[in-house]
């Protein structure tokens, strides 16, 4: 987080609380969330508005912080156009398979290239007793 984007939100919350931050707290926060995200940062101080009646301290702000957990606050995705896989990274297929003399029809799937997913493969998976041959392919792969 830069300086000015903390300076912005420590603003609003002198503003919401109607109370002045010294300048001696002003640099021990900053030096304790310069490296959080900006976004992370704002969602810890409007828990704080809904939690804390008078303006928080320091110890207030990283409690909260570790109270929170990480699930609440989402990455922005970047929005991908592909028409292939209309965004999703994923394209849908048919195959026919023969089972003795009769012709099935299975969906399959397999991974775009446009980058928004990544391919599965069952063999690089870090626990031993999980491990498999199975993986989705490319669509560059199967000539999609």
């Known amino acids: ?3 000015e984007e903390f300076t912005e939100i ?7 609380y109607k109370k002045k931050i010294s300048e001696e707290e ?7 969330f310069k490296q959080m995200d900006t976004k992370r940062f704002k969602y810890i101080i409007a828990q704080a508005y809904r939690t804390l009646k008078f303006i928080p301290k320091l110890a207030d702000i990283i409690e909260i912080n570790a ?13 991908i156009k592909c028409n292939k896989c209309r965004g999703t990274g994923y394209i849908l297929y048919q195959k026919e398979i023969k089972n ?21 493969k069952g063999w690089e998976i870090s626990d031993e007793r999980h491990r498999t041959n199975y993986y989705i392919p490319l669509a560059v792969e199967l000539g999609l």
């Open 1 to 3: 987080m830069k300086i």
């Open 10 to 16: 420590k603003n609003e919350i002198e503003n919401f």
């Open 26 to 32: 002003k640099k021990r926060w900053y030096e304790e």
């Open 67 to 79: 109270n929170l957990g990480y699930s609440p606050v989402k990455k922005e995705e970047e929005t």
């Open 100 to 120: 003795g003399e009769e012709k099935m029809k299975n969906s399959y799937m397999a991974i775009c290239s446009c980058g928004k997913q990544k391919q599965y």
